[in-house]
């Protein structure tokens, strides 16, 4: 399995961007695929954003970051990235870096979850 590790939160307005970083360890991490998940206080983990192992970078994401949103991965920095744009006041979440042998929408294909960063937008 990788090890994840979530950076960049923070407190920002409506309006402005911010771009969530995870890196992985382990010499495998290009054949994971990779996602964000987000969990709000008193709601469950939902899925955000997804991209597919390797270099064939399909990506996915739910319809309320549809265009708003982008999912990006290095596989020679084991890095994925997840640049947020418009953030909206419902975007307020604790956001966890993914990773899976297969391709996931849901916690249950998750192999492995980093800790977590926090997102607060403001209105």
């Known amino acids: 399995q990788v090890q994840l590790v979530e950076s960049g939160g923070g407190l920002v307005q409506a309006g402005d961007s911010l771009r969530l970083s995870c890196a992985a360890s382990?010499?495998?991490?290009?054949?994971?695929?990779m996602g964000w998940f987000r969990q709000a206080p008193g709601k469950e983990r939902e899925f955000v954003a997804r991209i597919s192992r390797y270099a064939f970078n399909t990506e996915d994401y739910t319809d309320s970051v549809k265009g708003r949103f982008t999912i990006s991965r290095d596989n020679t920095k084991n890095m994925v990235y997840l640049q947020m744009n418009s953030l909206k006041p419902e975007d307020t979440a604790v956001y966890y870096c993914a990773a899976g042998r297969v391709g996931f929408t849901s916690v249950a294909g998750v192999d492995s979850w980093g800790e977590g960063t926090l997102v607060t937008v403001s209105s």
């Open positions: 382990g010499r495998t991490f290009s054949s994971y695929c």
